[in-house]
């Protein structure tokens, strides 16, 4: 099994190869040769901080998966959300750590196609932060006041409805009504965490991920982007969209992470 851990910070190499997993290196920090990076001959590194993680998922695409055909299992983490075994409780420091993270597939992965994290229910979001986030989106859709907070009201109200609007108009036909409805739900399998059984299944989802993300990026590079959660609104369409596309094309399995940012460690 090979899981990419994902990070912006370059102190933590030693420790993701001691955890035995494969570190790659993203954003404007300088990584050395031994980092995986996602500068190559084919690459939208330059596009990180409106992409985030799928600058990587990017280069991986052109430049790795459809030369090399890898038929084991395939995923990724960060240096904040590791796999984990099951049953292991939250980490309290590195040891445990270490001891808890997943480093072979589990047996009971045995006939499923994608690991996919522990949903995330999104629940009733507190009525001073709506207010605060959006206001303008509360006062269009009043009832997200009185009511539990979905996908799609979570998303308008963080980052905007427009982009979810549009975004939504730009998929596949066949794929517009069944997301528009996964977004009405209440919990998905979030931080853009999967582990595929091997690299056709990946490939597959890179196909139609980044058509969509390009297809949006046309429309969307005439707005301003401003604000994380708008800059990253790439990253975050792909958060909602990829559970659902796993779900609806392949036999997944919920499985559980932790959190442990490993940064803070080397910034003491």
């Given at each position: 099994?090979?899981?990419?851990?994902?990070?912006?910070?370059?102190?933590?190499?030693?420790?993701?190869?001691?955890?035995?997993?494969?570190?790659?290196?993203?954003?404007?920090?300088?990584?050395?040769?031994?980092?995986?990076?996602?500068?190559?001959?084919?690459?939208?590194?330059?596009?990180?901080?409106?992409?985030?993680?799928?600058?990587?998922?990017?280069?991986?695409?052109?430049?790795?998966?459809?030369?090399?055909?890898?038929?084991?299992?395939?995923?990724?983490?960060?240096?904040?959300?590791?796999?984990?075994?099951?049953?292991?409780?939250?980490?309290?420091?590195?040891?445990?750590?270490?001891?808890?993270?997943?480093?072979?597939?589990?047996?009971?992965?045995?006939?499923?196609?994608?690991?996919?994290?522990?949903?995330?229910?999104?629940?009733?979001?507190?009525?001073?932060?709506?207010?605060?986030?959006?206001?303008?989106?509360?006062?269009?859709?009043?009832?997200?006041?009185?009511?539990?907070?979905?996908?799609?009201?979570?998303?308008?109200?963080?980052?905007?409805?427009?982009?979810?609007?549009?975004?939504?108009?730009?998929?596949?036909?066949?794929?517009?009504?069944?997301?528009?409805?996964?977004?009405?739900g209440y919990s998905y399998n979030a931080f853009n965490m999967?582990?595929?059984?091997?690299?056709?299944?990946?490939?597959?989802?890179?196909?139609?991920?980044?058509?969509?993300?390009?297809?949006?990026?046309?429309?969307?590079?005439?707005?301003?982007?401003?604000?994380?959660?708008?800059?990253?609104?790439?990253?975050?369409?792909?958060?909602?969209?990829?559970?659902?596309?796993?779900?609806?094309?392949?036999?997944?399995?919920?499985?559980?992470?932790?959190?442990?940012?490993?940064?803070?460690?080397?910034?003491?």
């Amino acid at each position: 099994m090979k899981i990419f851990c994902l990070s912006i910070y370059n102190e933590n190499y030693e420790l993701f190869k001691k955890f035995g997993l494969d570190p790659v290196g993203l954003g404007s920090q300088n990584f050395d040769n031994k980092w995986l990076k996602d500068k190559g001959l084919n690459n939208i590194s330059d596009k990180n901080k409106n992409f985030g993680e799928y600058t990587f998922h990017y280069y991986l695409w052109k430049n790795k998966i459809n030369k090399e055909i890898y038929n084991d299992w395939i995923g990724f983490c960060t240096y904040r959300r590791f796999w984990i075994k099951k049953n292991f409780l939250e980490p309290k420091n590195i040891d445990n750590l270490e001891e808890a993270i997943i480093r072979k597939p589990d047996s009971s992965w045995e006939g499923y196609d994608v690991i996919l994290v522990e949903p995330l229910v999104i629940n009733k979001v507190k009525n001073i932060k709506l207010i605060k986030r959006n206001l303008i989106e509360v006062l269009k859709k009043p009832s997200v006041l009185f009511s539990k907070t979905s996908l799609r009201d979570q998303f308008n109200i963080f980052h905007g409805s427009y982009y979810l609007k549009e975004a939504i108009k730009l998929l596949k036909e066949n794929d517009r009504s069944p997301f528009s409805d996964f977004l009405d739900g209440y919990s998905y399998n979030a931080f853009n965490m999967f582990i595929c059984k091997n690299s056709s299944i990946l490939n597959k989802f890179y196909e139609e991920i980044f058509q969509w993300l390009f297809k949006c990026e046309e429309i969307f590079q005439k707005e301003e982007l401003k604000g994380y959660d708008k800059i990253r609104i790439y990253g975050f369409l792909a958060e909602r969209y990829m559970p659902y596309w796993f779900k609806k094309n392949f036999k997944t399995l919920a499985w559980p992470i932790a959190f442990f940012d490993t940064h803070k460690l080397f910034s003491r």
